[in-house]
Antibody
Framework: QVTLKESGPGILQPSHTLSLTCSFS??????????VSWIRQPSGKGLEWLAS???????YNNPSLKSRLTVSKDTSNNQAFLKVTSVDTADTATYYC???????????WGQGASVTVSS | DIQMTQSPSSMSVSLGDTVTITCRAS??????VNWFQQKPGKSPRRMIY???NLADGVPSRFSGNRSGSDYSLTISSLESEDVADYHC?????????FGGGTKLELK
């Protein structure tokens, strides 16, 4: 059974760096064709895909966040990470990580981590 | 970026209705469209994958269709548990993009 869980700071100040961790079980990010994706959702708004990191280390980021996004993984500990630099209030959202195998894109999601950017 | 124009943004529905939600892709995305259901305070759930395939455990009253660049999600004989938000996603090309969402509300 695939499970994912996001963890993060909850609240942080503008201009700081947001660091989120996705801890997962039921799959390995070293398996061919496997990936973890990050998606966010401001309260009351739609979903926005942020990034995906694949088993081979390839990463794809949403250019709308310019170069503020970094995704990485720790295969040994079944974790994936998202960093967003220079946050502002527009980055306030629920952040999700999702299981992304090639043939079953976004078929399982974490419960989400609420992030508020406020001074 | 590929735009997924989703309509309607909201819909007032009754139990037993047949409901259709549509996403139009701004360029060819082939079969690479998923549909997600999201209930308040919950994570999205994949309902349809590759435009027309029912995901595991999804009731057969849900179906997906494709006509050219138009993708639709149809719920036949709407049940109370189907009242939720629905989102389409194209994953043919990065950046992956979602439609704006459709909110179903009971009359």
């Amino acid at each position: 059974q695939v499970t994912l869980k996001e963890s993060g700071p909850g609240i942080l100040q503008p201009s700081h760096t947001l660091s989120l961790t996705c801890s997962f079980s039921g799959f390995s990010l070293s398996t061919y064709g496997m990936a973890v994706s990050w998606i966010r959702q401001p309260s009351g708004k739609g979903l926005e895909w942020l990034a995906s990191i694949w088993w081979n280390g390839n990463t794809y980021n949403n250019p709308s966040l310019k170069s503020r996004l970094t995704v990485s993984k720790d295969t040994s500990n079944n974790q994936a990470f998202l960093k967003v630099t220079s946050v502002d209030t527009a980055d306030t959202a629920t952040y999700y990580c999702a299981h992304t195998p090639l043939t079953r894109v976004l078929d399982a999601w974490g419960q989400g981590a609420s992030v508020t950017v406020s001074s | 970026d590929i735009q997924m124009t989703q309509s309607p943004s909201s819909m007032s529905v009754s139990l037993g209705d047949t409901v259709t939600i549509t996403c139009r892709a701004s360029q060819d995305v082939g079969i690479y469209v998923n549909w997600f259901q999201q209930k308040p305070g919950k994570s999205p759930r994949r309902m349809i994958y590759r435009a027309t395939n029912l995901a595991d455990g999804v009731p057969s009253r849900f179906s997906g269709n494709r006509s050219g660049s138009d993708y639709s999600l149809t719920i036949s004989s709407l049940e109370s548990e189907d009242v939720a938000d629905y989102h389409c996603l194209q994953y043919d090309e990065y950046p992956w993009t979602f439609g704006g969402g459709t909110k179903l509300e009971l009359k």
